[in-house]
């Protein structure tokens, strides 16, 4: 019998011709990305003196290249995830926050690679389109000119559950990587082109806290004593703090929202960072699987392997959990790559940033990229090559902070600026070969360097513009929120996360808002 051939016969016979060029297999190289989320980048490659064992990370740092200074772009989950996608920063795509991403059908790096005859496989989270988290995450970030404060998270807890043998906690995670590992295992080898495995992790984020409210603030601390065990407790250390008073009045802000300017003993901050290490830990384990299902299919060979992760995790440093801040603990991510031509024990000094993964996979590929990616590739470091900017930019605009943020980071300099807003605040400049904790800010002493500074971040981003827009944007998103809910505004604004202490003063607030909506656009 004779069968009809349909379009889409056709177009995987066309498909299938491309990744066959005269007959031979399309040879170029497979990729493997893991990103975890909120893992501090300060971790990798500590060697004897590490806080915590990560083998798999370690087997990672010793037999490929260990990019030491790597920084996310905006640290918070779909803003960070939108620049690493896109390959572009924050303000070239809007995606302020965590409602407001990439649109759906954005032309990523997937695309990308994809149209140039790449398979793609997809598992685990991945965060950059437009229209998800809760709604109490996009009203804090439109309502942060508001002249209030509230608690928007629950206090940060430590919670330690089951027993030494307790291995699999964030349970979803091990799902995403139980179907990673059996895909490289049993059909990576199949495939007729070239692949790239994405794994997308949520630990070592916090875990939710349902004594929140409907909303569930994420400041579960987790773990179990099976991974408390790889956690080096001598070596964790109690992270100074400046006196409430002597903190930033945008830090402060942060503290508060994040419910962190109460007491805390050692004893609680202790094991919050223990915690947090034992969840790194277990991560670095799923990382294992994988490279071990890679092993094992023998695909090791022909493939790169990349890990890193959305942004870092405060863990207490600078009286603060979560991100969302320019501090190392929350901006410094992990990245490092191994594959063929790798060099091993390779550590990468240059500053390098999640927008350089788009135009590092087209570079892997052999694949064209599209024009004005503002990233560059990684791979010319491992040759030596260091012909590439000396600056990384990131910055933020969302929750839990009072102004929008923009960090430029060159030399051993990290130069703070806040938006040009309705509070003019004073920038920052630590200096992180002399102040590795970024507990002396010079922006006052040094006004020569902050005038410096300030011209070359306003030369990557018109950031008093910028920040304009986002308000535009806040208010607009707000208004429209506000009409769509009609008559049930009142209700629905005070049950979001900061019902607690929008409750001490519900009219004081919705006074406070009022207000901020009545004020003119500048
Ligand atoms: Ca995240």
Known sequence: MKRKLDCSVVFLVIVGMSSIVGGAKDDRKNIVFVICDSMDGRLIGQGKDSIVDLPNLNYMVQNGVNFK?????????C????????????????????????????????????????????????????????????????????????????RPTPVLVGDSSTVRIQVKDWVSTDLASKWLLHDAPKQQKPWLLYLGLNLPHPYPTPSMGKNFGGSTFM??????????????????????????????????????????TRDDIMKIREYYYGMCAETDA????????LKTSGQ????????????????????????????????HVPMVLTGPDVPAGKVVDDLTSLVDVFPTFMDIANASKPPGLNGTSLLPLLKDNT??????????????????????????????????????????LF???????????????RPDLVSQLDKKLQELVDYPTVTREVQKYNRESFTAWKAKLGSRYKEEIANLRWWKDWQKDPQGNEENVEEWLNQLLS
């Open 286 to 293: 799923m990382l294992g699987q994988v490279l071990d299902a």
């Open 300 to 331: 090791a060979d022909s493939t790169y392997v990349f890990f890193t992760s959305d942004h870092g995790e405060l863990a207490m440093e600078h009286r603060q959990f979560y991100k969302m801040s320019m501090y190392e603990a929350s901006a």
């Open 79 to 154: 803003p960070s995830r939108s620049a690493l996608w896109s390959g572009l920063h924050t303000h070239v795509t809007q995606s302020w926050n965590n409602y407001k991403g990439l649109p759906r059908n954005y032309p990523t790096w997937q695309v990308r690679l994809e149209q140039q005859g790449y398979h793609t496989q997809v598992y685990g989270k991945t965060d950059y389109v437009s229209g998800h988290h809760t709604e109490s995450n996009r009203v804090e970030a439109w309502t942060r000119n508001v002249n209030f404060t509230l608690a928007q998270e629950g």
């Open 223 to 264: 773990t179990s004593p099976y991974w408390l065990e790889k956690v080096n407790s001598s070596k964790v250390t109690i992270p100074k703090w400046l006196p409430l008073s002597q903190m930033h009045p945008v830090d402060y802000y942060s503290s508060a929202t994040k419910n962190c300017t109460s007491d805390f």
């Open 69 to 77: 200074n790597t920084y996310t772009n905006s640290p918070i989950c």
């Open 431 to 445: 200096d992180l070969e002399e102040d590795p904790d970024e507990l002396h800010n010079l922006a006052e002493d």
């Open 387 to 428: 012909d590439r900017p000396d600056w990384v930019l990131s910055q933020y605009h969302g929750c839990n902070v009072n102004m929008s943020t923009y960090m430029l980071r060159t030399g051993s300099l990290k130069y703070v600026a806040f938006g040009d807003g309705p509070h003019q605040v004073s920038p920052q």
